[in-house]
């Protein structure tokens, strides 16, 4: 069921800003659901939710439609709103659907990468390692978008860019949910600076081969955590 377990805090009721209220609505939710407030299977109920939130039910449907765009809510007719079942058949999907589209897209993308990208990319890098120091996890998920896309946006291929995206925010869920990207920080960045290094050094194949492993690794490593949780 949502969270509004005995041992769950109420969600706080909407405050009012420039985001339209079904995407503050959407917020909310998807932060439950990332913070694991909610988990795979729980089914959202509606009306405690408008409630909870001091909302009508209207934004609170768009809101909904809006996360099974992203991936992490499935909505059932006659039965209602479900967080999205995880498992390694939908991981497997997603992880090389990226390694296919992004690794074309990094291929095409080095030789439009300017010195001004390079140094956006180096500074993001540093970001990143201060992040995880901290363990901000949070911090570090918006760096890591900020630094893949700024190498992908240099192709000018809107089209593609929307399907990474898409395909990024459908993996947030596993990506949040074990944090494994935390666990191996130091792993992380060098992949990261090697990336930049190929890229600098104009070798579309060498840089297309490391993100390729980059995905790769990150989806091992999901499986292993995947694993250890169903108990395999």
Sequence with gaps: MYAYRPEKEPMNQI??????????VQERIREAILNRDLTPGDRIDQAKLAESLNVSIVPVREALKGLESEGLVSIIPRRGAFVTEISQEHLDDLY???QIIEGEVIFHAVQHLVDADFATLHEL???METATKAN???LFMSLNRQFHMGIYQALGNRHLIQTIESLWERSE???YRYMFVMHNADLVHQEHRAIVR???E???PKAKELAIQHIR???LGLHRELDTELGK
């Design 15 to 24: 405050q009012i800003t420039n985001k339209t209220l079904a995407a503050q």
């Design 125 to 127: 890098i540093q970001q």
């Design 136 to 138: 901000d996890i949070r």
């Design 217 to 219: 690794n990150t989806q």
């Design 202 to 204: 104009r070798n579309p």
């Design 96 to 98: 090389d659907a990226r």
């Design 198 to 200: 190929a890229c600098e």
């Design 173 to 175: 869920l596993y990506r």
